[in-house]
């Protein structure tokens, strides 16, 4: 099937192309890019007033498939992620069972396949069963395709056992994904440890309980040579280790996720507070002007989801016993061109890069590039249209998101996968 896109302003990192264009699209590849594309197509779709850009790619997404299906489905994720302009996503091992083995990946990477909505990378777990005490078979899982291994939803608290998992990934060249999380310091906290804590009255985790394991984990990938990508960035101390970091030349990646740069922990409202609870969690004005200062400079390089659906009934419980996590696959492009480009830290130009030719480069595919001669995985962005975010349009199943209601501007219009339209406003 012959496609083209016309009068787009094509953002394209891997060649810096910044231009109004057209996108000839034939077999799901990418043909030509060129001002007036005349050829007869089977469908023309007129992009004026809209940026073109690589369909973006979520490193950090939990599908809740196999083993919480009440939250999450491979099919719903997968809808979700076209409908906020995501083209690939990957998928974090803490499933049930856990993704520890060569079956679970190939389940996920079949079934997946299988619906051809976007693409899925299963992640392999670092421990089996993520109880920390036994490595995965790791080799095993990347023959079955893993981009990466973590032990997402906790760290691997000794120190020993994950330097030798890193070993195993430097030896093939795949990423660890890291969440920092020193399980000892976090001595039963909900949300961030300050005067907001305490007037809610609820316990406090304190910016260590990352900045700790940051400081370990980018020790060990020094040690290792192994490319360690920090997971959901939420302090200014992580942007200030991970500068020092790409200064010594280390193979050291990092995130922050959209809520930690837009919210802080004033603005969580307690009638609806388990709804902000989030782990990492929402940190000061402080940490957030850091966060944005670190993707302006380019020293965080990735804006990722940490999707994490529950169900209602679950976060309709006490802070203290309600689960950690918000959905972010549909409200991540709206709010990083909100907060981040409309206010002025990133250009248009720096948003494709860090929602899709950097994670491309982080796990090492040929993903994140429009090119002639490349797939076309393709999402058209609307800077233009402001609107209200409606959590009951949501494609995914989890609607625990502290963003409904909250007015943004830039909206997802349409997402192809592989020349295909998988989600068209």
């Not at 809740?64 to 299906?69: E, H, I, M, Q, S």
């Not at 974090?92 to 899925?120: F, S, W």
């Not at 030798?164 to 000892?184: P, R, S």
């Not at 940490?287 to 209602?312: C, F, N, Q, W, Y």
């Amino acid at each position: 099937m012959k496609i083209v896109i016309k009068n787009g302003q094509i953002l394209n990192p891997a060649t810096g192309t910044n231009e109004v264009l057209d996108l000839l699209i034939e077999d799901g590849i990418v043909k030509k890019m060129e001002k007036q594309i005349s050829e007869e197509t089977e469908r023309v779709i007129d992009a004026k007033g809209c940026y073109v850009m690589p369909g973006f790619i979520d490193l950090h997404v939990h599908l809740r498939d196999p083993g919480f299906t009440h939250k999450e489905t491979i099919e719903t994720g997968c809808l979700a992620a076209a409908h906020g302009g995501f083209t690939t996503i990957l998928a974090m091992p803490n499933t049930k069972p856990v993704a520890d083995c060569q079956e679970v990946i190939r389940y996920v990477h079949e079934k997946a396949k299988e619906l051809g909505i976007v693409n899925v990378l299963q992640v392999g777990a670092v421990t089996k069963g993520q109880a920390g005490v036994e490595l995965s078979d790791i080799e095993g899982m990347v023959e079955a395709g893993i981009p990466a291994i973590s032990e997402d939803g906790k760290s691997v608290m000794n120190s020993n056992l994950y330097r030798k998992a890193m070993e195993i990934a430097a030896k093939h060249d795949i990423a660890v994904l890291a969440h920092c999380e020193d399980i000892n310091l976090v001595d039963g906290g909900v949300m961030n440890a300050d005067t907001c804590a305490k007037k809610l009255g609820q316990r406090g985790i304190t910016n260590s309980v990352e900045d700790v394991i940051v400081a370990r984990d980018i020790m060990l990938s020094r040690d290792t040579s192994a490319k360690l990508h920090l997971c959901h960035c939420s302090t200014k101390d992580s942007v200030v280790m991970v500068k020092k970091a790409k200064e010594e030349g280390l193979k050291v990646t990092a995130e922050v996720c959209p809520h930690h740069f837009t919210l802080t922990s004033a603005d969580i409202r307690e009638e609806e507070i388990t709804n902000y609870k989030m782990n990492p969690p929402l940190r000061t004005r402080e940490d957030v002007e850091a966060l944005k200062a670190g993707l302006r400079d380019d020293i965080m390089d990735v804006i990722s989801t940490d999707h994490a659906p529950h169900s209602a009934e679950e976060k309709n419980a006490p802070m203290e016993k309600a689960p950690f996590g918000i959905v972010g696959l549909e409200t991540a492009a709206c709010l990083t061109y909100t907060e981040l480009v409309a206010k002025g830290y990133l250009t248009p130009m720096q948003m494709a890069a860090k929602m899709s030719y950097n994670p491309a480069r982080v796990i090492g595919i040929d993903k994140g590039d429009i090119a002639p001669g490349k797939v076309a995985d393709i999402v058209i962005f609307d800077p233009n249209e402001s609107y209200t975010i409606d959590k009951n349009e949501f494609k995914s199943m989890g609607k625990n998101t502290p963003f409904h209601g909250y007015q943004v501007t830039g909206r997802v219009r349409m997402t192809l996968t592989g020349g295909k339209v998988v989600y068209e406003r």
